[in-house]
Structure formats: structure tokens, C-alpha cells
């Protein structure tokens, strides 16, 4: 992750404080097969605040069939999600001098996600096994597109209400917050479904 994005997941924690959404996966199961080139899983996360959900997906790997699963499970609630597209996915052994056979070795996963511009965002993790770095890196890259539309929306709401009273050195103030956020990705269905319920 560069600098860039962890400013913006500052910016995130800053305007949705408690709300800032935390996702882990807690275990999965899966299922391939060779012969059809196909992968199925099915995988059981936990929020922050201890509710559970289940993902399945499908796709040509672990962590393809992972992400299809993720953006269908939440893009009814975060639109935004149909917008982004996986777009890469490495391993790369850590091997530490401790262990000669290597078993105490560590994976480090990079997951890569393309947005709406064709801009990439990269989001890497490190754990004890290949499965488990993909899967911890592909939720922290959910995690951070969820967090955007829901930073999104909260300072739509902010600047609405700025507006109404007036504060035109705040409106700038988040119209430029504003701007930092679309960088992420489209949020035109977001926009969309803010009109209708206004």
C-alpha cells in the first residue's frame, strides 16, 4: 500500500470514526476443480463488532473466486463495489535463516484492484500460509473500497448540511475532501440512490 492510500484510510478512520468498517475472515472451504479450471469457496468473516456472514464464490482460484464472492455479497449495499476489478495476484515466500526447513516461512500476498479510471490500488498482507495472505489481503482491499463509499457518503451528508446553515468555509473544506474521495472509484449509483431517498 503506498503513502496515498494510507492517507486516505486516515481520511476514512478521521470522518467515519466508529463507523469505519473492519472485516477479518475467521475460516473458508474450498473446492476445485482441475479439470473445469473452476474454484469455489465459501468463507465465514466477522465485523468488528462480532456479526458474522458467510461469502461464496466462484472464480479460476482461491482468491479470484473470493473477491467475485465479496463484490456480490456487499454490492448491494456498497454499489460502488461493481466498479472495481480484480487485476493481480502474487505470493512471495519469506523465507526466514531461523528454521533450515523452512517451515517456520511466512507468505506475502499482493492483491491488486483496478477502479473505475483503470487505476490500479495495491493491498498486501503477510501470514503462515499462501491461502491465508490472499484471503487477508483481497478483504483488506473490500475493506478499503467499503470504507470509500461510506466516507463518501457521510461527507455528502456534511457538506448538505454545511450548505443549509451556510458555512461556505466549511463547504470548501469538504468539497475538497470530496474531491480525494472520488479519486477511489465511480460512485454514480451512489449518487443515484442519495437523490432518491432525498
Not at 492517507?7 to 468498517?21: H, P
Not at 473446492?31 to 461464496?56: A, P, Q, Y
Not at 456534511?158 to 460512485?187: C, F, P, W
Request: aromatic letters at 8%; one cysteine or more; hydrophobic letters at 35%.
Amino acid at each position: 500500500m503506498d503513502g496515498k492510500q494510507a492517507g486516505m484510510i486516515n481520511l476514512m478512520k478521521e470522518i467515519l470514526q466508529d463507523d469505519f468498517v473492519h472485516m477479518e475472515v475467521k475460516s473458508y472451504h474450498v473446492t476445485e476443480s482441475l479439470e473445469e479450471n473452476t474454484c469455489r469457496i465459501s468463507c465465514h468473516l466477522v465485523h468488528d463488532d462480532g456479526t458474522d456472514f458467510t461469502v461464496e464464490g466462484q472464480g479460476v482460484g482461491t482468491i479470484d473466486a473470493f473477491f467475485n464472492g465479496l463484490k456480490i455479497r456487499l454490492s448491494d449495499e456498497y454499489p460502488s463495489l461493481k466498479s472495481i476489478s480484480f487485476s493481480q495476484f502474487n505470493i512471495r515466500g519469506l523465507i526466514s535463516g531461523g528454521n533450515s526447513a523452512g517451515t517456520d516461512a511466512q507468505a506475502e500476498a499482493t492483491v491488486g484492484i483496478r477502479n473505475s479510471e483503470d487505476q490500479e490500488f495495491i493491498f498486501q498482507s503477510t501470514a503462515s500460509s499462501v491461502s491465508r495472505a490472499g484471503l487477508q489481503a483481497t478483504v483488506e482491499a473490500a475493506t478499503y473500497f467499503v470504507n470509500s463509499e461510506k466516507t463518501f457518503v457521510r461527507i455528502h451528508e456534511i457538506l448538505q448540511h454545511y450548505r443549509d446553515e451556510g458555512r461556505t468555509d466549511l463547504v470548501e473544506k469538504y468539497t475538497d475532501l470530496m474531491a480525494r474521495v472520488v479519486e477511489n472509484t465511480s460512485y454514480s449509483e451512489v449518487v443515484e440512490r442519495i437523490k432518491n431517498s432525498m
